[in-house]
């Protein structure tokens, strides 16, 4: 699996998803879709590795999630916040 793999399937699952589902419910699916994944691996140590993969990719994740919010946001706008 090369990066360019990664990004056509993920632009495909990006593709599935419609411009009116919640974005929640997006990212509470993405886990699901995630999990499943890592259950049809046959050996227990690669899903192990599989998770702390994934815990491992948080930190990097809300940094590029930020910098890409960062990006839509037009120059002298504030962010949006909600809380
Ligand atoms: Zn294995």
Do not use: Y
């Not at 360019?4 to 593709?15: E, G, T």
């Not at 974005?23 to 699916?29: F, G, N, P, T, Y």
């Not at 140590?45 to 839509?72: D, E, F, P, V, Y």
């Amino acid at each position: 699996m090369t990066i360019a793999d990664a990004n056509q399937i993920s632009d495909r699952i990006v593709a599935a998803v419609h411009n009116d589902d919640d974005i929640e419910d997006i990212l509470d699916a993405l886990v699901v879709v995630f999990t499943f994944f890592v259950s049809t691996l046959d050996c227990p140590h690669c899903r192990k590795q599989a998770i702390r993969a994934l815990k491992l990719s948080l930190a990097g994740m809300l940094t590029r999630a930020n910098a890409a919010a960062a990006r839509r946001v037009a120059p002298g706008e504030r962010a949006q916040t909600c809380h």
